[in-house]
């Protein structure tokens, strides 16, 4: 183990996730697709008009980007554990909790991190500002990555649970909403002139937060399941 | 010293356990109907018809000990998750298995009365106000505790990973309820302050706290009604149990 340290295991579980969705570019895709598409229905839904949208962009854009984050999840252990890999990590000589925040981190950039990225075309859609749509990408970069530590929880506590998937939101929605208020609500006080510096400390602080516990977390609830 | 510790840890075993809860649930249950029979005398007879509500208000003598024993019961269970998870006690699971369907009551219980209570009062059954929408999320913590709880078969695992998420969402209960209430100051116009009348008759006080009292000593009878059930269900193989069932 000291032959590459931790820091290169840590790397080498980024390059490994991050090689094998390479593979499967679907995994990483559909997702994405899915936020398009949720985002699209929206104005179907509730009319076109202008200022209606506007209003709602925020709001809509963060739920979409947190169910389709959510969607996600279910691929951070399943196919480990569907393998055995997940055992092997858990039996190795090094901390389980660094090879989880590893997983974290690539599920991070392979799902929170696009959608990040795609969400400002789609703010466009909703006729958001050049400014709301920074904000929102701001917001959306700091939150993305507390949806995955804390989604890590409710998948790691569900590998291999009957009705793994529904089970799975159910317990991580009711999570999320701390993140989805002070997300959506930085674009929209921006939008009232209040300053968004109020809502992205509290993100801020969400996001140490959770990367100082859901670690932890994770690592019990795999221990717990693996047994 | 060490007697007392060692006729503590007798009852962290579910067959002397079983027998105390079978003791002990007649009394509690006892107690709870005779504190309600006061408490609902004292609400509907004694307590004096609210300045500005009417009668109206009379349901925060229900409402509001579920809405106290709804949040009081979560944290109760999350401990005993918590002490299950550090101590691999088999009782401590049971235990916060068979809080949980009575703490997801308390919370329905409390926002059903809170949405009678609101109709007449503010003219909606519904607001998006932060105690409210903290209450709802609270009964998803614990129907998402019982749905994992259900869906994991092992017992076992079952009690550790229901620990896990009870725990995380101890964590996150105060982040939650902060977040809404912010959230709700922020979106002005539609909010309806819930703050009562400052000063409260001291009959209208001592009904909502026997009626607390109440409520607590019905979770309790309950939970130890449903840990017997549990354990019977669990140690069904043990030889004890065919004894005590016979």
């Known amino acids: 183990m ?20 390479m593979k499967q570019k679907g995994d990483v895709l559909t997702p994405l697709f899915f936020f398009v598409i949720v985002a699209s229905l929206f104005p179907l839904g509730v009319g076109p008009e202008a200022n209606l949208l506007l209003r709602m962009a925020p709001g809509v854009l963060w739920v979409g980007a947190l169910l389709a984050a959510m969607l996600s999840l279910q691929r951070l252990f399943a196919a480990d554990h569907a393998d055995g890999s997940l055992e092997q990590m858990a039996l190795s000589g090094t901390p389980l909790t660094l090879l989880v925040l590893a997983k974290v981190l690539s599920h991070f950039l392979l799902s929170g991190l696009p959608l ?17 749509l920074g904000v929102l990408t701001l917001s959306l970069l700091l939150g993305t990555p507390t949806l995955s530590l804390i989604g890590g929880i409710g998948a790691a506590l569900t590998i291999g649970v009957r009705g793994g998937g529904v089970l799975l939101s159910l317990l ?3 999570l ?44 019990t609830a795999l221990r717990i399941s693996l047994e | 010293m060490n007697n007392r510790l060692a006729n503590w840890f007798r009852f962290a075993s579910p067959q002397n356990f079983y027998r105390l809860a079978g003791r002990l649930w007649p009394l509690f249950a006892v107690l709870g109907t005779v504190l309600a029979a006061i408490g609902l005398w004292m609400s509907f007879f004694v307590a004096p018809t609210d300045a500005q509500q009417g009668e109206g208000y009379r349901i925060i003598f229900i409402h509001v000990p579920v809405s106290w024993m709804s949040m009081f ?17 088999r009782l401590s699971g049971m235990l916060a298995s068979a809080l949980a369907p009575t703490g997801a009551l308390f919370a329905f219980l409390s926002l059903w009365t809170g949405a ?26 614990y129907l998402g505790f019982m749905a994992l709880q259900a869906a994991i078969d092992d017992p076992r695992r079952a009690d ?22 912010w959230w709700n100051t922020l979106h002005q116009g539609a909010s309806v302050s819930m703050t009562r009348s400052p000063s409260m008759a001291t009959t209208m006080l001592w009904g909502m706290l026997i009626m607390s009292i109440a409520a607590w000593m019905y979770a309790i009878a309950v ?24």
Request: hydrophobic share 60%; aromatic share 10%; glycine share 10%.
């Open chain 1, 2 to 21: 000291t032959a590459i340290g931790w820091r290169g295991v840590f790397m080498a579980v980024v390059r490994r996730e991050v090689a094998l969705a």
């Open chain 2, 116 to 141: 009678l209570w609101g109709k007449p009062m503010w003219g909606a059954w519904w607001v998006w106000d932060a105690r409210l929408t903290s209450e709802l999320i609270l009964l998803f913590l």
């Open chain 1, 116 to 132: 990040v990225l795609i969400a400002p075309v789609l703010g466009i859609q909703f006729g958001l500002d050049a400014r709301s």
């Open chain 2, 73 to 89: 019961i979560y944290l109760v269970m999350a401990a005993w998750a918590g002490l299950g998870l550090v101590f691999n006690t």
């Open chain 1, 176 to 219: 999320y909403i701390p993140v989805l208020i002070f997300g959506a609500g930085a674009v929209e006080a921006d939008a009232a002139g209040l300053g968004i510096s109020a809502h992205l400390s509290l993100m801020g602080a969400l996001l140490l937060l959770s990367c100082v516990f859901a670690p932890f977390a994770i690592t």
């Open chain 2, 223 to 246: 939970a130890l009604l449903r840990v017997r059930g549990i354990i019977l269900e669990r140690e069904r193989h043990a030889d004890w149990v065919r004894h005590a069932v016979e």
């Open chain 2, 160 to 181: 550790k990973a229901g620990a896990v998420l009870a725990l995380v969402g101890v964590i996150n209960v105060p982040i939650i309820y902060f977040s809404v209430k």
């Open chain 1, 172 to 174: 991580t929605l009711p």
